[in-house]
Structures are given as C-alpha cells and as structure tokens.
C-alpha cells in the first residue's frame, strides 16, 4: 500500500471490553512506532519494534496493554479490561532505517490515520 | 518538567508574515530534532528534521538548533491559511528509535 493504514479507525467499547487495534506499516518498513495521543497533547510513546522483535515497551501504561508483530509485518496493539482514561486516538508509525544522504530521510517515520478509542 | 516544551498556542499571524515557532528540551543526549505540521483530525507529518547547530532551510520552512541551549524553532515565511494547523515538536536519541513531542503549538494564519 502507499501508506500505513490502520483498523478500525474508529472504536466505541464499554469499560472493562478488551479491544484490539491493527496497524499494518509501509512494505518494507522495518522499524514500527505504537503512539497515543489524548486530546490536546501530543503523541506519547507506547511501543517500538524492529522487524518482529519489541525493543522498548517502555511507554505502555499498564499490563493491560500489550503489544505484537509475530511476523515482523502487522502489528496488534491489545488492551485488556478498557478503561475510560485508555480513550485517546492510537496511532501507528513505521519507518526505515535510512541513511544519510540521498533521497531517503533519515529515522522519518510516517504515521498512520490513527484509531479513535472511546470507551463508555 | 516536561521532556519537550512547547507553548500550546494559539499562535495568530497575519497571512504573508513569518510565523516563529519555539521547542526546548531537556535530555541533552537528544540527538535528531523533528518538526510535525498535525490538521485537525488527521495524524503528524514530518515538514523538517535537524541533527547539527545552525539553521536548515526548505521552501518556505527554517529549523533553527542550538544545542548548547537546549532549543529548536521553526520559521514559516510567507505563512499562508493553509499553514493553519498544530506544530508539533520531536526529539529523538541517535539512531531510529522513540520520538519524545512536545503538546504542539496551534498556529493560525489570519487571511
């Protein structure tokens, strides 16, 4: 595909709901970016993968999220029990480890249209 | 304190004149400096990135670095309506890894 898509793009669950969000990055893309961004804040590092390997779940916020990206390809964000202040728009990024110079930039990543979590 | 720091806007200029906008931030091992232009309902989109001290221009964009200050800034000339949108801040460690944003600056250009 020409860009990184995402699904659902919209999501309405009741508290204590898991749900499961979808991100599949640009083909070839090795490097693979979970972010949240709440209303009036900027995005906030969940989660990061190189091919199929989770290199930092440093931002996930509880152990009701978890991460996955078995084939090095799509990647699955879950969240387990939802809760009201999970409600925030996911997004996904992708990119290439470029080199300097050339037409490629370097750690540019390119995000997805997000999905909009809201949970009731 | 937070990591980024930007000032949330909103910020009004008047169409033709420069828009000026300002990021500091705190780790001093950051290396890669990222700004993102976010419309309203649609996700970032990087406009300009920056690695060494000094100024980098593109078009109508200057990113502006000094790393002994701890600060990153973003000029728009000739700021047009469509230039209306959320700019938002990144910073990074060396290499392809997390990006730390800022809360973004509104900015609005005023026809």
């Known amino acids: 595909g020409a860009g990184v898509s995402q699904s659902p793009r919209y999501k309405v669950a009741k508290r204590g709901q898991d749900v499961a969000l979808r991100c599949d990055p640009i083909?070839?893309?090795?490097?693979l970016f979970w972010y949240q961004q709440a209303l009036g804040q900027g995005p906030e590092f969940l989660t990061y993968?190189?091919?199929?390997?989770?290199?930092?779940k440093s931002g996930l916020p509880s152990d009701r999220f978890f991460a996955e990206r078995p084939e090095g390809s799509v990647s699955t964000l879950k969240i387990q029990r939802t809760q009201q202040e999970d409600s925030a728009v996911y997004l996904c990024?992708?990119?290439?480890?470029?080199?300097?110079?050339?037409?490629?930039?370097?750690?540019?990543?390119?995000f997805g249209p997000g999905t909009r979590l809201t949970v009731l | 304190q937070k990591e980024v720091e930007q000032n949330s806007g909103p910020l009004s200029v008047p169409e033709g004149a420069i828009a000026s906008l300002n990021c500091t931030y705190s780790?001093?091992?950051?290396?890669?400096f990222f700004w993102y232009r976010q419309y309203s309902g649609k996700s970032p989109e990087l406009i300009m990135f920056?690695?060494?001290?000094g100024d980098k221009e593109d078009g109508r964009f200057t990113a502006q670095l000094n790393k002994a200050s701890q600060y990153v800034s973003l000029l728009i000339r000739d700021s047009q309506p469509s230039d209306s949108a959320t700019y938002l801040c990144?910073?990074?460690?060396?290499?392809?890894?997390?990006?730390?944003f800022g809360t973004g600056t509104r900015l609005t250009i005023i026809p």
């Open positions: 780790d001093r091992g950051s290396q890669s």
């Open positions: 990024a992708s990119s290439f480890p470029g080199t300097s110079g050339g037409a490629r930039t370097y750690n540019e990543q390119f």
């Open positions: 920056i690695y060494s001290n």
């Open positions: 083909s070839g893309h090795v490097s």
């Open positions: 990144a910073v990074a460690p060396f290499g392809n890894e997390k990006l730390t």
């Open positions: 993968f190189q091919n199929e390997a989770q290199l930092d």
